[in-house]
């Protein structure tokens, strides 16, 4: 049987273009401008080649009016409150509903989706964003308190899903009190400069949106705007690097949703009829141009050959064609340059000898398509397995064992998205949490819903878009106010006077240390220790001497030499992420309550040496006593908060409207760099280190330069208190020379940097490299005050969270 043409109408939306006599301006301050003058370029339907419109390539003096417009609009747009922030919001998603069909239209002209799926996917999921936004705007205040918006919002979004994208940028924006500047891919603004009408239409105050068109320049214009508090983009990694290095230093806020190579992993016992139609969603749905497109079939061995012979059959009934054919299953590709990237790559996994099979009808003839194709006998380490292709060719490869399945799953940079296809409950249930990506669905794929986070591990970028973990994208704390003037070294406690400490030492005599018996009791009287030990490293639970050979004299605040600690160097910090390395599965599988006691034990250790800690404080640091003893005292307060929290940061189950549950679970991020600050050298040292080691990270800590012998005291503590080897590590040093080794590793997944913002600049600019999350903060911190140094900002700093989707339900 042939099915015939069953085309939509494009009338409506032909004539929209026309009202705007195909040529559009920028939306700015509730106004278009006026696209006579300036730099102007095409943007094609790409099914049939035809120009649909003109577009205006936004300046910087365009990208300068936006901004402007933003910020003169938010300070009224956030003190309109919640229910009036939802209530536009609301009328947003009530008129896209409105306008459903038309924005279809256009986004499959523009675009090349098929209208299936802009009408019944994509468009729907836009007016689903805006109205589960609406709900957290109204819910915001009870939900987020101590919050507020980050300001400005400088957004940059795909092309592959267009207005998909400007739903998830725009919605959380807006709920969380912020305004934006959005700037389309230069393929596909159409949907965007539509939905700027819709904008128009309900009266929304001027300049809570503005939409600003053109290419990476004015991307780059925006990322560069120092009037900008926070930049969002989704796109390639490339350019996620790009914009990581061109932010770093300047205290911009940044989440970036960026490439992936999913893995689909089929098990032996998996249904292989689900499984063909899952791979179809998986890899053939947009052309294969999705971020998350589970372009890797991992399937096991003893069903692949029925496998590869069900997925030829059914490749075989695609129908690739016109966009807006209501039959067709494959569009068109977006542009000729991504066209030409699918067939090189396609060119290169044909010459490093893998299969590759099409099916045997033939494509349209004009337009820009290209036929669904598997790519079987693939090497995991092969060019078309590791690299992001964006087009409709899936790779296969085979495994033996559930094991085997993970380690080729993993192997990949990047880490966005994976499902698992098992019947059995276990199986599936046991290789989720191992996958090294930010969406696991099970039995299912491309699930996306408002109510759920959506974002990377790895090189797939970090942040979330969705869910109640997508809303700290755009808030800050009140409490943690950026860019305050002046250091934070001296502000716990100041320089004090030579005759202070004098005065101070004089009451105190010296008296070895008991190594060998660290469990003193807290009822020994308060003595001045003279520090006359060399520190050495902590690295996989021992103390090794620094690899350099040389250490550097500790000077208490009069500036006498009371102590030397060991010079780290690169090789240190390498042996370290090593160590720590080998402790990540054993600590990550802990259980959190195993995780708790040793935090308590932590807590304990240190409450009966308090007396001997407060001492060496106000030896090194000429504090007065109970200054010091209030830092103790606070360092095993934070012991037992962190253990407190160790069983208690747990996930979510999200509500998303599919039969299945959504689990948000809180993953460690793996190895962290830890660099503590300068001052409050044993609170500021362990407010870093609880929180990351309690959600079951394993970490290289530099301690505070200047006082290190507060840090390399706690070997002991650590040692006695069962903290498994290597899950914290130490290295002492210059923090100038360790943080930027910590910062360019490849095997580090996170760094936490507190000092002066230059170095904070070039750490952030270092973890470019495999893009890690940094956290960097050259503020002052009360690290006495708890609702400031201690809890849920660091536990979501510490963890990253992954969604697994699983069927449940009638
Ligand atoms: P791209 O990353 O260059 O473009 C994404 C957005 O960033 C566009 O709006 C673009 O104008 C803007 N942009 C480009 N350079 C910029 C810069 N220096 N500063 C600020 N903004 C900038 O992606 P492109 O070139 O369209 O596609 C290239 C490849 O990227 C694709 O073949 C695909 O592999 C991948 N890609 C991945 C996407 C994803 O969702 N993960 C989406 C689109 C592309
Ligand atoms: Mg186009």
Known sequence: MAWGPAPESAATAEAWLEQHGRAFGH?????????GGGERFDTINPATSAVLARVAQGSKDDVNAAVAAARAAQPGWWALGGHARARWL????????????LLAVVESLDNGKPIRESRDIDIPLVARHFYHHAGWAQLMETELPGYGPVGVVG?????????????WKIAPALAMGNTVVLKPAEFTSLTALLFADCCHAIGLPPGVVNIITGDGKTGAALVDHPDVDKIAFTGSTDVGRIIRTATAGSGKKLSLELGGKSPFIVFDDADLDSVVEGVVDAIWFNQGQVCCAGSRILVQESVAARLVEKLRARMETLRVGSPLDKAVDIGAIVAPVQLDIIKGLVQTGIDEGATCWQPS??????GLFYPPTLFT???PAATIAQVEIFGPVVVLMTFRTPAESVEIANNTRYGLAASVWSENLNTALDIAPQLKAGTVWVNCTNMFDAASGFGGYRESGFGREGG???????VKSARREDGKPGRREESLRGPIGPEAISREIATGASRPRDDKNPALPSSRPPVLLAIDRTAKLYIGGRQTRPDSGYSNPVLDAAGNSVGEAGRGNRKDIRNAVEAAHKAESGWAG????????ILYYIAENLSVRQAEFGNRLTALTACPPDAAQAEVRGAIERAFAYAAWADKYDGRVHATPFRNVTLAMNEPIGVMGLVAPGEAPLLGFLSLVLPAVAMGNCVIAIPSERWPLLATDLYQVFDTSDVPGGVINIITGSRRELAPVLAAHDDVDSVWFYGPREEAAEVEKLSAGNMKRTHTCWHPVDWLDRREAEGEEFLREATQVKNIWVPYGA
């Open 468 to 474: 109640r973990e997508g809303l700290f994208e755009y």
């Open 90 to 101: 609301y009328a947003l998603a009530r008129q896209i509903q409105r306008n459903s069909r």
């Open 27 to 35: 939306y700015l301050n509730g106004a278009w401008t006026v696209p």
């Open 361 to 366: 009808w033939s494509l349209p003839k004009d």
């Open 590 to 597: 802990a259980s959190a309550h195993t995780r708790a006691q």
């Open 377 to 379: 006998d693939v090497t």
């Open 155 to 167: 957004q940059i979004i795909p092309w592959n899903f267009p207005l998909l994208m400007l739903a």
